[in-house]
């Protein structure tokens, strides 16, 4: 069985590269080299190095493990790759260990209640790091470098002895927790910080996991209740400054039972701002709550405005977005080319037809360029065509490069003598944007400059708007009889962005690429006409 | 194998029959041969059909390995066809419940085990059996021997681990108790109780002590006698589902020894209790399962040539003395093209010496170092990431039983290591603190902006290797140039003082 994503496997091989390359026998065996032991005395000093995890029992006979060699960091770091595990394998974002988990009945089951256990002993380790720096910092210790090397170290009793770590191992200050007792801790003010984005993370869409340009948004919503906290009973107090800071995140405007931020300003001058921050990530209710994730003494302005801390607090919690993938059927169908035609037209159920795109024509009406779409010719070497629109691409105000609000251009079938067959026909955009010139088949020419509203050159209502609106652009159309846009399709985003440009067109992606045999210019040409075949 | 894949940390490679190619050269894969199968060709009729005619059990240690060397060499093609190509197994290959209660899958509910024959398919009266070298019918009484040798096969091979495993958890749960310094009916009157605040998790749990190892645990769910033909394997193991895979060949191999190692070793990954994924990444579960199996006495092979014996046989090297690569170098007297002129006298004679290293080694693993490693595995799993090798448990109590002798005995070893132990100590200190630089322990603490307290190890160095007078220089140079604070604590312990006293010989510091 392929068990897993290539992704995985590589990061497997690499896992044991690392282990290979990095371990510490080569490491040792390079130092022995060193020091001109031989082969067999090598492998008797590595033999040795690992005395290093033994001590006497105190009868000089009987070794045991001197298990405080490791750090709670060591232990910690472990588990904090396995729940990195447990993550990967439970999180549905790699198909092939998915098949394999939902495999089995009752698997899924049973490995996240797995991780539920590797998650309490992870806090249990992070706790063992992090209690001790507390105390420290907080000064309830006397000092950290003079505990004994033994004492920091990993002891399992310590480590996993209690019960229940949140009655335990308690992150308070003696002076708060003596003024909370004696009624001297006043409540200073309070404060609430919501902010609440629709679109606040992209993620990976959780149905196409392997998929790297799938995505789905996911609503943020960060509302933090703080309070701030006093020691004494002084109604006017030398300064504002609070001894504690409390912050209780909330969950459809209600606190969460336990603060997920502490900030002790314990032993801080009037100068130093320095607070011991006590930082909890996990939910009420998830694994770890009510344990700090993070204790470190640190600056403290504004909560609310830090960003590593708001960060922190409202980390994503893994399980909310832990959701198998659907399962879509498969859909069979066969569609042969010529029997029916999908060009994207959806039509409209509403009498009125798609709305129009607004406030993109000014008062009078001119902020427009005119444009040359024509019919498309099997002939290439055709002397003559004939247009098939007027193109009116709208423009922001009095410049002719900058578009209009959604981009808009409309479509006018020109009308007769104008839809007849011409020898040329070009925009004379250097003198204007709106000046038509045409060459008829007899050699007679017009100049002709396309006005506002009803005029003799093009129909009095476009028979296509093409516009923006958020991340598409749409094409609008009325089918024959239709006095509504009762049509719409998306097209590229691509198309509608040269505005004011006669020296090349984005519609050709459109058209197929297909150039005009007409077609006279180039960058260098005082005229050009518009090069397309435009195909609906 | 060091890894977290479920197909990998499973797999049981078929290295032992390339390990015999390359020692012996009894095997040939390239010769066309052009076989017609015939069904137990002059073979005993009673054993099952698809074992090569004349097969011999034998506990001579050179007769077996010849043994197995020639039912390999005459089988690859039909077991270990290699084919690359997917096959689907099962599907409606003959398969019989077998009466045995399985409980091996996580969840734990018991289930008849169920033997899958794979690619025998029933065709009216007649059974068509499908492998590497074609396709032929066996009969109703050819199909009921082939299913009863594989259900007392398994019988056998889990009263054996059975019997190695029934103890296992009290001897843990002693371990555990020793290293949390409390009397072990304390901590078993505390094992099944639920923690405060994680309600769904017992102290048991949380010690990752296993539950007791029933015998049903050990049972597969599913296990099919058939190949992998993907994965030149003698059997693999779908660790946390209960599917274990044994290739004919391997039963082949189980029954030229009278004792169905192979087996055994697959039903040791099959007990979630002990080899639970993804666990099984962070330690050597090959090694574990092959414990018992490659030193049981029955087994005149495994140990001296399987891959997954490596470090069993650098633990006899270094505490007992016993060289593989010596006693190699003494067997074969001529390799002639891949076919080896060996010593048989001197064969039985360094193979009769393993005889005695094996049981004391078995017995120190699974009284010793088992319950040490399951009974504290918080403890194991994060060394060997300290440190990056998956075995250390084994090496770590082997130390603490056993002095080495590879230098002429003990006790010339010991003199030896005395006189070299600080330098050596020395090296080990200093290797393993850089390798926890990267573990995240905190070395430097910091204690506000721009304030840092060294760890207490390195201050005590520092103490001594540097006087009062040079600590004042060194700290006033460091107050006057703030710059090299993250230098200083970003450096190990021996780049730090050995730049502190550069920093004194070069006079910058007055």
Known sequence: MKTQQRSRRIVVCLFVLILAGCGWRPKLMDRFTARGYTEKQKLIAFYEAHTLFLEDEGDGKVQRVAYWRLKPGDIRKEFDEMAQDYENILSYTNKELTHYVDSVPGMRDAMTHKENVI????????????????????????????????????????????????????????????ARENGTLQLAGETTHSTHQKFGKKKPDPDNPDDSNAYIWIEVRQDLKLRFWKIGHDAQPEDNKPDLIEGFRLVDGNEESLPALKIFFVNASSYNQDGVVVLDKDRDGDPGFGLPDFVEKMFVGDVVHDSRLMAMLFEDKRDKFRVPPKRQGMMIEIAKVGEKVFD???????????????????????????????EPTKDPNAKSRRIKYVRKEWTAGKSTTQPSVGRVVEYFEPKPPYNELLADARIDFRESTKRLMITRIDGSEERLIVMPGVNNIIGDKPMLVDYTAGPKRYRLRRTEGSEVFNQRKVISNMLGRKTGDYFSTDDELDSGGSTSPHHQGGPDSDYLDIPLNFHL | MNTRNPSFATLWLVLLSAAMADAFGVVSDDVKVDVKVEVNNGGDPNLPHYFPPGIVQTQDPLQQFQEIGRCFTATDKRFQPWSGRFMIAGDDSYRFKTGIVSTCTLDRNPFDCEIVLDHYVQQGNRIRVTDGLGQYFITEAQLQIVKDDMVATLNVALDSLFADYQDLVAKVEVACAKALHMPVDELRARLEEKLMDHKDVTFRELLMLPLPIERSDLVPHTLHLGCNPRMRVLGVTWLNAGVVYYNPQAR??????????????????????????????????????????????????????????????????????????????????????GALIVNSDKYREHFGKLEELKVELRKHINENVLPEFYGNLPYWLSLNHRVGDDST??????????????????????????????????????????????????????????????????????????????????????????????????????????????????????
């Not at chain 1, 037209?345 to 709305?355: E, F, L, N, V």
């Not at chain 2, 990954?269 to 994924?277: A, G, I, T, Y």
């Open chain 1, 344 to 374: 994207g037209w959806i039509t409209s159920q509403d009498h009125d037809g798609w709305p129009m795109p607004k406030g993109y024509v000014n008062e009078q009406k001119t902020n427009y360029n005119i444009k040359l779409v024509f």
């Open chain 2, 252 to 337: 082949i191999m189980d029954y030229v020894m009278d004792s169905p190692g192979v087996l055994k070793h697959e039903l040791a990954h099959n007990v979630s209790k002990l080899q639970e994924w993804p666990l099984t990444g962070a330690f050597d579960a090959e090694l574990l399962a092959s414990v018992n199996e490659m030193l049981l006495p029955k087994d005149k092979v495994s140990l001296f040539y399987h891959s997954y014996a490596e470090d069993l046989r650098e633990l006899m090297l270094v505490f007992f003395g016993y060289d593989v690569q010596q006693a190699y170098d003494e067997i074969v007297i001529s390799n002639q093209g």
């Open chain 1, 119 to 178: 998650l309490a002993m992870r806090a249990r380790a992070l706790n063992a790091e992090l209690y001790p720096k507390f105390l420290q910092l907080t000064g309830s210790t006397p000092s950290y470098d003079v505990l004994a090397e033994k004492q920091l170290g990993y002891d399992p009793a310590k480590v996993f002895g209690s019960k229940d770590l949140r009655t335990d191992f308690r992150y308070e200050v003696p002076a708060l927790t003596e």
């Open chain 2, 393 to 510: 448990v084994f090496r770590v109590i082997a130390r603490a039983h056993y002095y080495p002798t590879l230098l002429g005995g003990a006790e010339a070893t010991m003199v030896w290591v005395n006189e070299h132990k600080p330098e050596i100590m020395a090296d080990t200190r200093a290797v393993f603190d850089e390798m926890g630089r990267d573990s995240g322990q905190p070395v430097w603490i910091r204690v506000s902006s721009g304030r840092y307290q060294p760890p207490p190890a390195l201050k005590r160095l520092y103490e001594v290797l540097f006087s009062a007078e040079e600590r004042e220089r060194i700290a006033a140079y460091v107050a006057q140039h703030h710059e090299v604070v993250d230098e200083i604590i970003n450096k190990n312990d021996e780049e730090l003082m050995q730049w502190l006293r550069a920093l004194l010989m070069k006079g910058e510091v007055r």
